[in-house]
């Protein structure tokens, strides 16, 4: 996903700050993590994004000024890169609740942003089976 085509370079870095840090949140980097952030990076055209972990505040405060919109676009984001393992850590989900506080967010919609992203992340799980899938042994005629 990426929702936030519309950050200018300093939303664009402070985003990446915080998804490096729910990466990290719980002490385990995957390859697809660090495929996703650079994936990331490249959309929000910022190459050579390297994390600064004392800038993680200052992300925060950036973000905080984004309109509603901008603000659960975020939210979701960020969910995207805590599942994106395949296991939402405690610390993840923490991490989570304390951003949706920070922002200001409702917890009804980021649980449903919650369950579309989960089901968005289905959607494309089910598109690359079948663009992988052998050709069917049954001829179907028109």
Same mark, same amino acid.
């Given at each position: 996903m990426l929702f936030l085509h519309e950050f200018e370079r300093i939303e664009a870095e402070a985003f990446l700050t915080l998804a490096s840090e729910m990466i990290e949140e719980d002490d385990? @980097?995957?390859? =697809? =993590?660090d495929a996703l952030l650079m994936e990331y990076a490249a959309a929000l055209n910022v190459p050579g994004f390297t994390f600064d972990?004392?800038?993680?505040?200052?992300? *925060?405060?950036?973000?905080?000024? /984004?309109? =509603? @919109?901008?603000? *659960?676009? @975020?939210?979701? =984001? /960020?969910?995207m890169f805590a599942i994106c393992d395949e296991f939402e850590a405690p610390s993840e989900r923490r991490a989570l609740s304390e951003l949706r506080e920070a922002l200001g967010l409702d917890a009804h919609i980021c649980n449903k942003l919650e369950v579309c992203a989960r089901d968005l992340c289905s @959607?494309?799980?089910e598109i690359e089976n079948v663009l992988s899938a052998d050709p069917s042994p049954i001829k179907v005629e028109n």
């Amino acid at each position: 996903m990426l929702f936030l085509h519309e950050f200018e370079r300093i939303e664009a870095e402070a985003f990446l700050t915080l998804a490096s840090e729910m990466i990290e949140e719980d002490d385990i @980097v995957t390859s =697809e =993590e660090d495929a996703l952030l650079m994936e990331y990076a490249a959309a929000l055209n910022v190459p050579g994004f390297t994390f600064d972990a004392a800038a993680t505040a200052a992300a *925060r405060d950036t973000m905080a000024q /984004l309109n =509603e @919109v901008s603000k *659960r676009k @975020v939210y979701m =984001e /960020l969910y995207m890169f805590a599942i994106c393992d395949e296991f939402e850590a405690p610390s993840e989900r923490r991490a989570l609740s304390e951003l949706r506080e920070a922002l200001g967010l409702d917890a009804h919609i980021c649980n449903k942003l919650e369950v579309c992203a989960r089901d968005l992340c289905s @959607v494309y799980a089910e598109i690359e089976n079948v663009l992988s899938a052998d050709p069917s042994p049954i001829k179907v005629e028109n």
